[in-house]
C-alpha cells in the first residue's frame, strides 16, 4: 500500500496505491491527517483510487472519516476512478451521497 | 471435493495472506474475476471482524476452512474469542462497536452482498464462526 499526494489548482489529490485492508488503515489515516493539516489553501479534496487495486470496508470507514473532518473545515472531498470491485464496495456503502464520484 | 484449512494469528498483516490463499486455491474451479474479487472482499472482511473484534488481550487464532464441490464454494472463518453477544443487532448495517475507531460498520453486509448466503454463529466468550457460500456461475463467456 503507498499513498502520495499533490496540490494543482487549490485541489488536494490523494493517489491511493495497492491494497487498503486494516494492516494499513492507521498509516493512510495518519498520512492523509498530516497532509491535510499542513497544506494550506485547498478547497477541495479528491481521492483517486485508480491504482487501488483491493479495498474492504475497512477503507470506506477511513473514506468517511476524512470525509467528516473535511466537513467540519467546509471542504468538499471527491472520489475518483476506482476499479471494478472497489466500486462495489463504495457503491454499496452508500459513500457517494456524501463523497461523489467525479 | 476438495478442502483446506488454514490456521494464522489474528493479525492484521494475515488479512492479504487469507484473501489471497482462498483465490488461488479455488483457481481450478475457473472462477470469473468478479466472482474472484467477492470472495476475496468476503474473506476480507471475515477475518478483519476476528482480528479486530475477537481478542482485546492477546493474539489468539483465525481458522480459515476452505472447500468445494462443483462450483458451490463454502468459507468458515472461525476464531475463539469474545464472541457476539447480539448478532442479530451485528448484523445491522451501519452498526460498529467500534464507532470510535472509524469503522463502518458494513462488515456483514459486504459479506451478505457478494455472498449468496452467510451464516453467523456465536455466543459470548465462544469466539464467531461465520459460514460464506458462493455458488460460481456454470456459463462462462
Redesign the interface.
Known amino acids: 500500500m503507498q499513498i502520495r499526494y499533490s496540490l494543482e489548482n487549490f485541489s488536494l489529490y490523494f493517489y491511493l496505491q495497492g491494497e487498503l485492508d486494516q494492516h494499513y488503515a492507521k498509516g493512510v489515516k495518519d498520512y492523509i491527517d498530516n497532509i491535510l493539516e499542513e497544506t494550506k489553501g485547498y478547497k477541495k479534496v479528491v481521492f483517486n483510487l485508480a491504482d487501488l487495486s483491493f479495498m474492504d470496508s475497512t477503507g470506506i470507514g477511513i473514506l468517511l472519516g476524512r470525509y467528516k473532518k473535511l466537513k467540519k473545515l467546509s471542504v468538499s472531498s471527491f472520489l475518483e476512478a476506482p476499479k471494478v470491485n472497489v466500486e462495489k464496495v463504495l457503491e454499496l456503502s452508500g459513500i457517494y451521497e456524501v463523497m461523489p464520484k467525479i | 471435493m476438495n478442502k483446506m484449512l488454514l490456521k494464522f494469528s489474528a493479525i492484521?498483516?494475515n488479512?492479504?495472506f487469507a484473501?489471497t490463499s482462498v483465490a488461488a486455491f479455488i483457481l481450478p474451479l475457473s472462477p470469473t474475476l468478479?466472482e474472484i474479487?467477492?470472495i476475496?472482499?468476503a474473506v476480507?472482511?471475515a477475518v478483519?471482524n476476528a482480528?479486530?473484534h475477537a481478542y482485546p488481550n492477546r493474539i489468539g487464532d483465525v481458522e480459515l476452512s476452505c472447500w468445494y464441490d462443483v462450483d458451490e464454494v463454502h468459507i468458515i472463518v472461525k476464531d475463539y474469542g469474545v464472541g457476539i453477544d447480539n448478532v442479530k443487532l451485528a448484523l445491522e448495517p451501519y452498526f460498529s462497536t467500534k464507532k470510535e475507531?472509524?469503522?463502518?460498520g458494513?462488515?456483514f453486509?459486504?459479506m451478505s452482498?457478494?455472498m449468496d448466503a452467510v451464516k453467523v454463529d456465536s455466543n459470548v466468550n465462544q469466539g464467531v464462526r461465520v459460514h460464506m457460500t458462493k455458488c460460481l456461475s456454470k456459463n462462462k463467456e
Do not use: L
Open positions: 492484521s498483516q488479512e492479504a484473501r468478479s474479487n467477492d476475496k472482499t476480507s472482511e478483519t482480528v479486530v475507531e472509524e469503522r463502518s458494513i462488515g453486509t459486504v452482498t457478494f
